[in-house]
């Protein structure tokens, strides 16, 4: 295996962990819109409940998954 090899493995890695964090963040915010929607106005026909859990888990989605995946996916630097 050739030094390029390695670092377009490595290349390709970042870029869907990017990708992955990115997703996460992106569903966890349309999760929290949908549920002030719901909290809201009852949009949709979703009783309230509804809406706070969506919203909760939107909360963690946004705030908590890309961090915690950020630090398990940590690189350690070459020396």
Known sequence: ???TD???RAETRAQFRFLVI???RITGAIMLVVGLAV???EAFGLP???GFGLFLIG???F???PVLLSKR???TPDK
């Open 48 to 50: 309230k409940a509804l």
């Open 59 to 61: 909360m963690i989605g």
């Open 63 to 65: 705030m908590l998954v």
């Open 6 to 8: 390695d670092k377009s």
């Open 1 to 3: 295996m050739t030094p």
């Open 73 to 75: 996916w940590k690189s």
């Open 22 to 24: 990115n997703l996460c």
């Open 39 to 41: 909290i809201a106005r």
